[in-house]
């Protein structure tokens, strides 16, 4: 949405003066929006965690804790869940928060304006019992609701109707674009798009203050030699991520170090297999060889992982054979194996598909969204050549790179997802099933992927209590979509942070940086 200023003007502003409590850290995207309804990105989501919350949250293991909502139960027979809300808390403007304001953020949240309105598929209604009281109706049986809300977070109804911005707007902006008023641990201080935005502590916050900073300075920095000097300089106290080639050096420099771990997200290839044409290079308008299964089982063939992993993730990363990684709930175990590096069944496959000359095709990547993303899909493009698949690359900034893939403009695509309530439910509802707004499902499922009994499985998998019945269930929705190979999963994407030696702070999987578990000693 915004242009980045180029490299010198970032350098003066990371060379500004700061005391000793003020902390500044850098990252690869700049986050598109401060409106936490607009954008279904982690960028915005992991960022506004700082400043908005929600009914609940998650803590340092993960784990779905109590936030605005001090407690939630079972309505009657599988009806909903009633939350019973924290009193006292006020938002950054002084207003108190209420149920009005959880009643507006749920009717703004799910709007057709809001990115996010997908959350809310299981949603019948949202009743306001008292002032701190709040029932939230399911249409069916839902016991994963609750874990499903961490990242919906609360506005307040009176500042935003105040400043017009009742509904999001994530193409134009609105006030709450570049403004923000939430509960949170920090508020927003001043907000410069593609150059800087600072927090500071917010002294009404309700909870217990465990950081010591006194301002917080976030500056996105593309290019990740530029990220690693201003960490070796000192201009910046961390950065996320360390590109993998340098992390030994940032670890083997005193004063620095890198933080490592396993990220939940899973990067995959995905195809625009619901159109009947090519979109791009000389075969645009020809008949759409990703239709056809064989053709995209080729395509998982004819990918190396264990290459990929070895010289461009350093062996960092994991080999992913579904939508999650084997740590999150539903993952199927006897569905764990990968198709096999196989170029000669690849070419085998195409040529049984019509395709024994190959074809070409536009592939669309980001170039700075995901760990080494560009230079993965130039090992992809290579390896996809070997067996007679012509991609024409076309890698992107992020902010270009969403609105491309919304509006169909790919032949195949890179992707990552991350599971905001650690289940495979969540890419499921969002990746694999049939696209339809009325149902607020299938948002991301940019390819149109469609399967009848992965549609009717779906509700019987949110609504299922007993844990063997529901794992049955998400084995068979496995089954189909790999069988069907609707993407090719590649590897779960490591966490490599760098930060100071002075800097304690805490890595979770979903790769949100959480400023009040930061110390600066």
């Given at each position: 949405?915004?242009?980045?200023?180029?490299?010198?003007?970032?350098?003066?502003?990371?060379?500004?003066?700061?005391?000793?409590?003020?902390?500044?850290?850098?990252?690869?995207?700049?986050?598109?929006?401060?409106?936490?309804?607009?954008?279904?990105?982690?960028?915005?989501?992991?960022?506004?965690?700082?400043?908005?919350?929600?009914?609940?949250?998650?803590?340092?293991?993960?784990?779905?804790?109590?936030?605005?909502?001090?407690?939630?139960?079972?309505?009657?027979?599988?009806?909903?869940?009633?939350?019973?809300?924290?009193?006292?808390?006020?938002?950054?403007?002084?207003?108190?928060?209420?149920?009005?304001?959880?009643?507006?953020?749920?009717?703004?949240?799910?709007?057709?304006?809001?990115?996010?309105?997908?959350?809310?598929?299981?949603?019948?209604?949202?009743?306001?019992?008292?002032?701190?009281?709040?029932?939230?109706?399911?249409?069916?049986?839902?016991?994963?609701?609750?874990?499903?809300?961490?990242?919906?977070?609360?506005?307040?109804?009176?500042?935003?109707?105040?400043?017009?911005?009742?509904?999001?707007?994530?193409?134009?902006?609105?006030?709450?674009?570049?403004?923000?008023?939430?509960?949170?641990?920090?508020?927003?201080?001043?907000?410069?798009?593609?150059?800087?935005?600072?927090?500071?502590?917010?002294?009404?916050?309700?909870?217990?203050?465990?950081?010591?900073?006194?301002?917080?300075?976030?500056?996105?920095?593309?290019?990740?030699?530029?990220?690693?000097?201003?960490?070796?300089?000192?201009?910046?106290?961390?950065?996320?991520?360390?590109?993998?080639?340098?992390?030994?050096?940032?670890?083997?420099?005193?004063?620095?170090?890198?933080?490592?771990?396993?990220?939940?997200?899973?990067?995959?290839?995905?195809?625009?297999?619901?159109?009947?044409?090519?979109?791009?290079?000389?075969?645009?308008?020809?008949?759409?060889?990703?239709?056809?299964?064989?053709?995209?089982?080729?395509?998982?063939?004819?990918?190396?992982?264990?290459?990929?992993?070895?010289?461009?993730?350093?062996?960092?990363?994991?080999?992913?054979?579904?939508?999650?990684?084997?740590?999150?709930?539903?993952?199927?175990?006897?569905?764990?194996?990968?198709?096999?590096?196989?170029?000669?069944?690849?070419?085998?496959?195409?040529?049984?598909?019509?395709?024994?000359?190959?074809?070409?095709?536009?592939?669309?990547?980001?170039?700075?969204?995901?760990?080494?993303?560009?230079?993965?899909?130039?090992?992809?493009?290579?390896?996809?050549?070997?067996?007679?698949?012509?991609?024409?690359?076309?890698?992107?900034?992020?902010?270009?790179?969403?609105?491309?893939?919304?509006?169909?403009?790919?032949?195949?695509?890179?992707?990552?997802?991350?599971?905001?309530?650690?289940?495979?439910?969540?890419?499921?509802?969002?990746?694999?099933?049939?696209?339809?707004?009325?149902?607020?499902?299938?948002?991301?499922?940019?390819?149109?992927?469609?399967?009848?009994r992965v549609d009717e499985l779906l509700p019987m998998v949110q609504s299922e209590i007993d844990d063997g019945k529901r794992q049955a269930m998400m084995d068979e929705i496995t089954s189909i979509y790999q069988s069907e190979h609707a993407y090719v999963p590649m590897y779960v994407q490591p966490l490599v942070w760098g930060a100071q030696d002075n800097i304690e702070l805490t890595q979770r999987p979903d790769n949100f940086f959480i400023l009040r578990w930061v110390t600066v000693n």
């Amino acid at each position: 949405m915004f242009k980045l200023f180029a490299t010198t003007a970032l350098t003066l502003c990371l060379a500004s003066a700061a005391s000793a409590e003020t902390f500044k850290w850098a990252g690869t995207t700049d986050p598109q929006t401060m409106d936490p309804h607009a954008v279904n990105s982690a960028p915005v989501l992991g960022f506004l965690n700082n400043v908005y919350e929600g009914l609940v949250r998650r803590g340092k293991d993960m784990a779905v804790e109590p936030a605005l909502a001090t407690s939630w139960e079972p309505i009657g027979e599988g009806e909903g869940w009633r939350f019973n809300l924290r009193k006292g808390v006020k938002f950054h403007d002084g207003a108190d928060f209420t149920a009005e304001d959880v009643l507006f953020s749920y009717q703004r949240a799910s709007s057709e304006a809001s990115d996010t309105r997908s959350w809310f598929a299981p949603v019948a209604d949202v009743k306001v019992v008292d002032d701190y009281t709040v029932d939230i109706l399911t249409s069916a049986p839902n016991p994963i609701f609750p874990d499903s809300i961490a990242n919906w977070m609360m506005m307040d109804k009176g500042w935003a109707e105040a400043n017009n911005t009742a509904l999001p707007d994530k193409e134009s902006g609105n006030f709450a674009t570049l403004n923000a008023n939430g509960t949170g641990a920090f508020m927003l201080k001043d907000r410069q798009p593609g150059l800087t935005t600072t927090l500071a502590p917010f002294d009404g916050w309700w909870d217990e203050v465990e950081h010591n900073i006194t301002e917080a300075v976030f500056t996105p920095i593309d290019n990740p030699a530029t990220a690693v000097a201003a960490l070796l300089s000192g201009d910046v106290d961390m950065i996320n991520p360390v590109p993998i080639q340098d992390a030994a050096r940032v670890d083997d420099r005193d004063g620095t170090k890198v933080i490592r771990g396993i990220e939940a997200r899973v990067i995959m290839l995905g195809f625009g297999q619901d159109r009947d044409e090519l979109k791009y290079t000389a075969m645009a308008g020809q008949p759409n060889p990703f239709k056809d299964a064989r053709v995209r089982e080729a395509v998982a063939k004819a990918i190396n992982v264990d290459a990929i992993l070895k010289t461009i993730m350093r062996g960092s990363a994991e080999p992913a054979s579904q939508l999650v990684s084997p740590a999150m709930r539903g993952f199927s175990d006897a569905l764990a194996a990968r198709p096999a590096y196989d170029v000669a069944g690849a070419k085998a496959l195409l040529a049984e598909a019509g395709y024994a000359d190959g074809f070409s095709f536009g592939l669309k990547c980001p170039n700075n969204r995901y760990l080494n993303d560009e230079a993965v899909c130039q090992a992809v493009t290579g390896m996809l050549a070997q067996v007679g698949i012509k991609a024409e690359l076309d890698a992107m900034p992020v902010q270009n790179y969403w609105p491309e893939l919304r509006a169909d403009n790919f032949d195949m695509y890179l992707l990552g997802w991350s599971p905001g309530t650690f289940d495979h439910e969540h890419p499921v509802r969002f990746l694999v099933t049939t696209p339809n707004p009325e149902k607020k499902l299938g948002s991301w499922n940019f390819g149109g992927f469609s399967n009848a009994r992965v549609d009717e499985l779906l509700p019987m998998v949110q609504s299922e209590i007993d844990d063997g019945k529901r794992q049955a269930m998400m084995d068979e929705i496995t089954s189909i979509y790999q069988s069907e190979h609707a993407y090719v999963p590649m590897y779960v994407q490591p966490l490599v942070w760098g930060a100071q030696d002075n800097i304690e702070l805490t890595q979770r999987p979903d790769n949100f940086f959480i400023l009040r578990w930061v110390t600066v000693n």
